[in-house]
Structure formats: structure tokens, C-alpha cells
């Protein structure tokens, strides 16, 4: 049959944008076909809804982990709290306490980037991107401290080290490429491992920290990255330089361990 069959479905493309939404383009800088495919990705990238209810979950446990611990128990209080079923915490996470640890961490790692893409990074030098990184990240935490504490002290379980330093070196991978690092060789590994200790040494001296505005942690976290980013002299004191930094796992998983790195004095 020839000429169009009417009633064919015929793909349809995204709806263009109306006029508020192209002024409002336009005034973030926004070329059309930039706006165009920003809808275009949103109409394509549903939310998980596995996603969605662990991100809810967690939201409400994290008050009770900071008193209670992870637990399951903390999970099934915050699926109630949140107006859910005990039923549900166990499906959003069915590996336990430390599955919705390690999620915390990497939203912690996506709110870190969201933020850093807010700055102008390209005016600032490499150390200066990384500490803002750490700082970011942890200052986004601030009223989660005690749960992080307790999750530290969860994940430094041997069952849980590959999940944990896996977490640790996305977290400093994430870090880095914010930074502008794009490198492949010996230096990708040694850059991470040397951020890893840095980042450590400052996350258990930030869980210490009462003085204002933690600034006791940002002059700490300052002097260890002007430390280790003398990278001439770092990558050949690798093994030494990363033996002095402290394991947050390790050293909340016993007592009798205390950090060896003494507070910032004037």
C-alpha cells in the first residue's frame, strides 16, 4: 500500500523546551542544544527505585546509628520511621548494616562532586582542589559524625576490608580526577595511596575535632597535603610516608590502638 498509514505509531522526539525553561538556559549560559539534551537525559534516566528506598532508609537511620551502631535493627527503625515496613529494610539491604555504610560513603562521594562542580576550579592550584574536596565532603557530614564513627568501627570487621578499601579508593579516586588528574602509570596508584593516608589521618582527626568550625582539621589536613605533594620526594618515601598516616578501619576496630598523629599546636 502506498502513502502513509496514519495509524503507524511514528516515534516521537522529546518535547522541545518552552520559553521559561530556554530563559532560564539562557541565563545559566546554556546553549539550546545543550538544554535540549539535558530533558532529553532526564526523560531517559528514571530513578531507581532500589535506590530510592535505601536512600530513604538511610536518611532515617542515620540518627539511631549514632547512638545505637548499624545494625539491622537501626535499618528496620529507620524503614519505620520513614513510614515503611520491617520487610522493606531487609530488601533495600539484604547484605546488612555494612551495605547501607558503604552507600553512605559513596553519596557522600556524589554530594562531594555535585558541590565541586559549583566552584571555579580552574584558578586553583591541585592542593588547593583536593583539600576543598576533603573539606567539602567531610563539612557535608558534620551532623553524622558519631554515625560515621560507628560505621568506621562496622567496616574495620575483616569481613567487610575488600568492600572498605574499595570504598576508601573511589573515594580518593573521586578526589583526584576532581583535582584534574588524568594519569594512568605508577603515579595513578602512588597519587591514590598517598591521598588514602592523608585522607585517613584527617577523617579520625575530624571525628576528634570540637574547635570552631573544625578548624583544628582544616590546618591539619592543610600540612599533610603540603606534605605528600612534594611528589618528587613523596614517590620515593612512599612505604614510609604511608606507614605514618593512620588506617581509620584498623583503628576503630580496637581499643587498645591509639592514632599516632598528635594535634595541630600553634
Known amino acids: 500500500m502506498n502513502g502513509t498509514d ?6 516521537e522526539k522529546p518535547e ?6 530556554r530563559e532560564a ?6 546553549s539550546d542544544e545543550e538544554l535540549e539534551a539535558g530533558l532529553a537525559a532526564d526523560e531517559e534516566a528514571p530513578e531507581d527505585p532500589h535506590l530510592v528506598l535505601q536512600q530513604t532508609i538511610l536518611e532515617a537511620a542515620l540518627p539511631h546509628a549514632a547512638f545505637d551502631g548499624w545494625t539491622r535493627e537501626t535499618l ?13 529494610a531487609d530488601l533495600a539491604f539484604p547484605r546488612g548494616p555494612a551495605e547501607a555504610v558503604l552507600l553512605h560513603a559513596a553519596l557522600a562521594d556524589d554530594e562531594m562532586a555535585e558541590e565541586m562542580s559549583t566552584l571555579d576550579l580552574e584558578t586553583m592550584r591541585t592542593r588547593d582542589k583536593i583539600a576543598i574536596a576533603i573539606r567539602v565532603r567531610l563539612e557535608s557530614q558534620i551532623a553524622n559524625r558519631e554515625a560515621i564513627r560507628k560505621g568506621l568501627r562496622l567496616l574495620a570487621d575483616p569481613r567487610h576490608a575488600p568492600e572498605a578499601a574499595k570504598s576508601l579508593a573511589t573515594t580518593m579516586d573521586t578526589v583526584w580526577r576532581l583535582a584534574g588528574d ?6 595513578y596508584y602512588s597519587k591514590r595511596g598517598l591521598l588514602a593516608g592523608v585522607y585517613s589521618a584527617t577523617l579520625v582527626y575530624w571525628l576528634q575535632d570540637n574547635s570552631e568550625d573544625q ?17 618528587g620526594q613523596a614517590t620515593a618515601g612512599l612505604g614510609k610516608i604511608a606507614d605514618r ?3 581509620p578501619f584498623r583503628l576503630f576496630g580496637s581499643g587498645r590502638r591509639r592514632w599516632r598523629e598528635g594535634p595541630v599546636h600553634h
Do not use: C, H
Request: charged share 25%.
Open 182 to 187: 588524568q594519569s594512568t602509570d605508577f603515579n
Open 215 to 231: 578548624a583544628k582539621t582544616w590546618e591539619f589536613l592543610t600540612k599533610r597535603i603540603s606534605e605528600v605533594l612534594r611528589f
Open 16 to 21: 522541545a523546551a518552552g520559553e521559561p525553561e
Open 6 to 11: 496514519t495509524n503507524d505509531p511514528t516515534p
Open 245 to 247: 598516616l593512620p588506617n
Open 25 to 30: 538556559a539562557a541565563e545559566a549560559g546554556m
Open 76 to 88: 528496620v527503625q529507620g524503614a519505620l520511621d520513614a513510614g515503611l515496613s520491617e520487610a522493606d
